[in-house]
């Protein structure tokens, strides 16, 4: 009976252990009618955006479905846990998404907190002479860093004629990345809890360019140009997290536990 009462203890404790390990996964989505953040079309009309984030393992997810007129797209995302991040310097990254041919390209840059796209090209906010970007990441030429944070890439076609394009990443190099400039403020990087805030410009007819694979800075921008360019500026949305799960691990070991005890009461009720 102490055996039993044991392992029925010992059972209990993996389950809340399991519990406490386990990730929170944060989900959002977005659509025009929401009715949240501020929205311009110009850059084509957004059906929806589906976005997780895992606090745990930092797998980040993005993907949007838009009707478009140029099969040359991309975007550019920040986001972080509630304000809007327009304006905040050295605090997070910024993705460009060049979806311009068929197999799309990402890099990463810290956020110059401008409102704009140049942080691929200039550092900081202010000043007329351009500094060094913070460069972070790029997919292009399967560089060393390329499929150890890049899980998903995504430009598809739909049957209604729309276009789905977005990605999945391991975003912790980029939440643990050593910014080259601050305003004295936090590195958060990427990613969000219980509140998103939402900086993300779409550009048609994207043109771009990229460092050759022989240059020290190979595979991130030269150049990002478009013709037009739409936006959604959103703070503090709120996201829905998901009840935490017991990882496959603690649930061998409660089975195996409670598998034990059966054993035990099995033998004791044959020894009557």
Same mark, same amino acid.
């Given at each position: 009976?102490?055996?039993?009462?044991?392992?029925?203890?010992?059972?209990?404790?993996?389950?809340?252990?399991?519990?406490?390990?386990?990730?929170?996964?944060?989900?959002?989505?977005?659509?025009?009618?929401?009715?949240?953040?501020?929205?311009?079309?110009?850059?084509?009309?957004?059906?929806?955006?589906? /976005? $997780?984030?895992?606090? @745990?393992?930092?797998?980040?997810?993005?993907?949007?479905?838009?009707?478009?007129? &140029?099969?040359? !797209? *991309?975007?550019?995302?920040?986001?972080?846990?509630?304000?809007?991040?327009?304006?905040?310097?050295?605090?997070?990254?910024?993705?460009?998404?060049?979806?311009?041919?068929?197999?799309?390209?990402?890099?990463?840059?810290?956020?110059?907190?401008?409102?704009?796209?140049?942080?691929?090209?200039?550092?900081?906010?202010?000043?007329?002479?351009?500094?060094?970007?913070?460069?972070?990441?790029?997919?292009?030429?399967? /560089? $060393?860093?390329?499929? @150890?944070?890049?899980?998903?890439?995504?430009?598809?076609?739909?049957?209604?004629? &729309?276009?789905? !394009? *977005?990605?999945?990443?391991?975003?912790?190099?980029?939440?643990?990345?050593?910014?080259?400039?601050?305003?004295?403020?936090?590195?958060?990087?990427?990613?969000?809890?219980?509140?998103?805030?939402?900086?993300?410009?779409?550009?048609?007819?994207?043109?771009?360019?990229?460092?050759?694979?022989?240059?020290?800075?190979?595979?991130?921008?030269?150049?990002?140009?478009?013709?037009?360019?739409?936006?959604?500026?959103?703070?503090?949305?709120?996201? @829905?997290?998901?009840?935490?799960?017991?990882?496959?691990?603690?649930?061998?070991?409660?089975?195996?536990?409670?598998?034990?005890?059966?054993?035990?009461?099995?033998?004791?009720?044959?020894?009557?």
């Amino acid at each position: 009976m102490k055996l039993l009462r044991t392992l029925t203890l010992s059972a209990a404790a993996i389950v809340a252990s399991a519990g406490m390990s386990s990730a929170t996964v944060y989900e959002w989505t977005w659509t025009p009618d929401s009715g949240v953040g501020s929205y311009s079309d110009q850059g084509g009309d957004i059906n929806w955006i589906t /976005s $997780s984030f895992d606090s @745990s393992t930092n797998k980040l997810t993005w993907y949007t479905n838009m009707m478009v007129q &140029s099969s040359r !797209m *991309g975007f550019t995302l920040a986001i972080n846990d509630g304000p809007n991040p327009n304006g905040l310097e050295g605090e997070m990254a910024l993705i460009y998404f060049d979806a311009k041919n068929n197999t799309p390209e990402l890099s990463v840059y810290g956020y110059n907190g401008r409102n704009d796209h140049t942080s691929y090209k200039d550092g900081t906010r202010y000043g007329s002479n351009y500094d060094n970007p913070d460069r972070i990441l790029t997919s292009k030429y399967n /560089s $060393s860093s390329y499929g @150890s944070w890049l899980h998903d890439k995504t430009k598809r076609w739909e049957n209604d004629g &729309s276009l789905t !394009m *977005g990605f999945s990443i391991d975003a912790t190099s980029i939440i643990n990345h050593n910014p080259m400039y601050t305003d004295g403020s936090a590195w958060k990087g990427i990613g969000y809890g219980d509140d998103i805030g939402v900086w993300f410009h779409t550009f048609s007819n994207l043109n771009r360019r990229y460092y050759g694979s022989s240059s020290s800075k190979a595979g991130f921008l030269k150049d990002w140009g478009f013709s037009k360019q739409g936006w959604l500026d959103l703070t503090y949305g709120s996201t @829905s997290p998901t009840d935490p799960v017991p990882e496959p691990a603690s649930l061998l070991l409660l089975g195996g536990g409670l598998g034990l005890g059966a054993i035990v009461r099995r033998r004791k009720n044959a020894a009557k």
